[in-house]
């Protein structure tokens, strides 16, 4: 009997030190599912997983050679999210482009409702792997847009692509998605007030 | 020899509880047990009872299908329809019977008393009547249950959803706080508890593979919490986890679910391995080939399980690179899977074999299962997932591991199991009829989804080209027959439950092995008060 109660006496804190470490180890990958958020951004923007662009203006570099021996082709695409009825198309669908060669590509926008709206394009680039190698010096996409009832606008985009960009890159798509931020936007006008 | 002292001092040390069991009675004896047979027994019915309610809205989806066109159920609710069935399955039924597998077994067959925290192993399952009540309120509300697949991809379940997903949101909660009460309850009591002798590399493979399942659980369920918790945020309280527009990114949801769902899907066959490991040596009158190696492969299972979840994900638009890594180490996991089917038939091979119902089950299990480990290999490999992606190939292919793969070595546990529970043998020819109709019924069900799916029916979908008519038939058939099958399995149990049958010896199988079967059948309320002697 006594051995017993001996056992008992060990059991016990060996149960709560056993049970302190599995619900540590609980909240930690509670806390760790969290954590992935920001870790698969920054896993994203070092890769280019995801095919986002960065959202600042790049630099031009003075004295930037221009690689005349390869030609790059980059198709644009937009799209419109659900329930915002405007019209969003690129001047041209594809153009052909030296790796290091600034260009400029206008986007039309016309706001076809007949109430204000706010509105910003999101921008994707498949394969994700270009998007590292995409460098904008002015783009629509870096603010708001705010726009009219029934106003158009012309939306000018400034590119290159970095000379550095891989030998297996010979065509990638950007693709932008205007979503509508009417509502966010009031909600923080009326916060600031 | 330690067995038969114990087979003598068993019947002393019941006879010797009995005058101090003062378990309520009624309802009380259930409400407030802290007796992990009660509450083992509780899991299986709760399981079971889900296996019946999420089977008949497999039936329901199969009754749609009967014939391209619609018929029976709008599509909305065919979407409710199969989301409620992959919760119900996959939380409420097969992990519950595990947990109840787990209850009833652990402590036996490692000689302890009892699970190491009762208070907590009653709360955790009676947690669980509450969640799957809220879930299924849902389709009482307006717009019915979710309707975005078990899966809950945002935006589906975020920006095209109803109010029950906050319902649905809350039932995963207590879903997740259950299971990993449970998981922890088994780790406690599997280290603490053990019965002087009984080392970790004695411990039966149900033991070790369980032990192994209890921490997947503390590691993926915490993540499933925190994914739900961003979902209801992003629907409910305007964050933007998974929502573009803000900044998100919905493939990130895929990402962070599948981290969870991949290793949730190895929650769900490791015990199964265990349970075979556990028959086949029973019937085949020899020890296990490889425990060992059998140990080895089922942590290196749940080692790279946390490796391949981007498999789910191929037609995402994926790097190279990444599908490649997540291709290889999929197919990597073949490997410890196959070493485990090798020890099964290699233990089969010269044994001397009987087939009484859990060993069919088990030698089922066993092939049926290597078929959906086949297809398995086939889903992985990332171009021709192109084509099979979302379509009926991948229902086959989680059916075979699911259904003849979990749920038979279930069914086979519980043949296996159900004399040292209930104290009688169940009716052999009942059984039996439950065996074959079961085994001929499940193939007629998904094996010619294979062929409908290689050929592009897609799943999820209320309707489908017609040259996919005739296949379909012949599966909704196969459906009913293996629904209705299961029934036979119900009037075995309730003739056990009912004691209607021969009594059972304290060891029914001849070659069963562990110190389950030297406690009398059925297993009296307290066992091993006195540890046993390994």
């Not at chain 2, 209320?462 to 459906?479: H, K």
Request: net charge neutral; with cysteine.
């Amino acid at each position: 009997m006594s051995e017993q109660n001996e056992e008992k006496k060990t059991a016990r804190p060996n149960n709560s030190r056993v049970i302190t470490r599995l619900l540590a180890s609980v909240m930690l990958m509670f806390a760790f599912g969290f954590a992935l958020v920001p870790l698969y951004e920054k896993f994203c923007e070092i890769t280019g997983f995801n095919g986002r662009t960065s959202n600042t203006a790049a630099q031009t570099i003075d004295g930037m050679q221009v690689d005349q021996s390869r030609i790059v082709t980059v198709e644009f695409h937009t799209r419109v999210s659900r329930g915002i009825p405007w019209e969003f198309t690129p001047e041209v669908r594809s153009i052909r482009i030296h790796p290091g060669e600034v260009k400029v590509v206008n986007f039309y926008v016309e706001n076809r409702t007949n109430k204000n709206v706010v509105a910003q394009a999101l921008p994707s680039v498949s394969p994700g792997e270009a998007s590292l190698y995409l460098n904008k010096t002015e783009c629509f996409c870096f603010e708001q847009q705010p726009l009219a009832a029934g106003e158009r606008a012309v939306m000018p985009m400034q590119f290159y692509l970095d000379p550095d960009l891989p030998d297996h890159i010979t065509r990638f798509t950007l693709s932008y998605m205007m979503y509508d931020l009417t509502d966010q936007v009031r909600v923080t006008a009326s916060r600031a007030e | 020899m330690s067995t038969i002292t114990d087979t003598h001092s068993a019947p002393a040390a019941h006879d010797d509880h009995d005058h101090h069991d003062h378990k309520p009675t009624g309802i009380k004896r259930w409400l407030f047990t802290t007796n992990h047979k009660d509450i083992g027994t509780m899991y299986l019915w709760f399981s079971f009872a889900m296996f019946l309610l999420g089977g008949s809205m497999a039936l329901m989806i199969r009754a749609e299908l009967f014939q391209p066109g619609m018929q029976i159920i709008d599509p909305h609710f065919f979407n409710q329809m199969t989301t409620m069935h992959g919760v119900i399955m996959v939380f409420g039924a097969v992990m519950p019977a595990f947990v109840g597998l787990a209850n009833w077994m652990i402590p036996m067959m490692i000689g302890a008393p009892d699970m190491a925290l009762p208070r907590m192993n009653n709360w955790s399952f009676w947690i669980l009547p509450f969640a799957f009540l809220i879930l299924l309120s849902t389709f009482f509300m307006p717009g019915g249950a979710p309707a975005f697949g078990w899966t809950f991809y945002a935006p589906l379940s975020t920006t095209y959803s109803t109010d029950s997903t906050a319902l649905f949101v809350f039932a995963m909660h207590i879903m997740g706080m259950s299971s990993i009460m449970g998981a922890i309850n088994v780790i406690v009591t599997i280290m603490n508890m053990r019965a002087p002798g009984m080392n970790y590399m004695k411990m039966p493979l149900f033991v070790w593979t369980w032990f192994i399942t209890a921490f997947l659980l503390i590691a993926v369920m915490p993540v499933l919490a925190g994914v739900v918790t961003m979902v209801l945020t992003d629907k409910y309280f305007g964050t933007s986890f998974f929502d573009a527009a803000g900044g998100g990114d919905p493939v990130l949801f895929q990402h962070l679910f599948w981290f969870f769902g991949h290793p949730e899907v190895y929650i769900m066959i490791l015990p199964s391995f265990g349970i075979v490991s556990a028959i086949i040596p029973a019937f085949a009158r020899k020890p296990l080939f490889g425990y060992a190696s059998m140990v080895y492969a089922t942590s290196a299972i749940a080692g790279l399980s946390f490796l391949v979840w981007a498999h789910h994900m191929f037609t995402t638009g994926m790097p190279t690179f990444a599908s490649l890594f997540f291709m290889y180490m999929t197919m990597l996991i073949a490997v410890p899977t196959g070493v485990k089917i090798f020890n099964w038939v290699t233990t089969m091979w010269r044994g001397a074999m009987t087939f009484e119902t859990p060993m069919l089950f088990s030698i089922a299990f066993v092939v049926l299962f290597t078929i959906g480990g086949l297809s398995g290999v086939m889903l992985a490999i990332t171009p021709v997932d192109y084509q099979y992606h979302d379509t009926y190939f991948v229902v086959a292919h989680f059916h075979y591991v699911l259904v003849s793969g979990a749920v038979f070595s279930i069914l086979a546990a519980a043949y296996y199991w159900l004399p040292k529970w209930s104290g009688v043998m169940y009716d052999d020819f009942l059984s039996k009829m439950h065996f074959w109709c079961s085994l001929i019924s499940v193939n007629i069900l998904f094996f010619p989804m294979h062929f409908v799916g290689l050929a592009g029916m897609p799943r999820r979908i209320p309707d489908y080209a017609l040259q996919f008519a005739d296949i379909n038939a012949i599966v909704s058939v196969g459906g009913f027959l293996f629904g209705f099958s299961q029934l036979i399995f119900l009037a075995v149990v309730v003739k056990c439950a009912l004691k209607k049958g021969e009594p059972a010896p304290a060891k029914p199988w001849e070659g069963a092995e562990g110190l389950e079967w030297t406690v009398p059948s059925p297993a009296p309320y307290h066992t091993f008060d006195v540890p046993p002697k390994v």
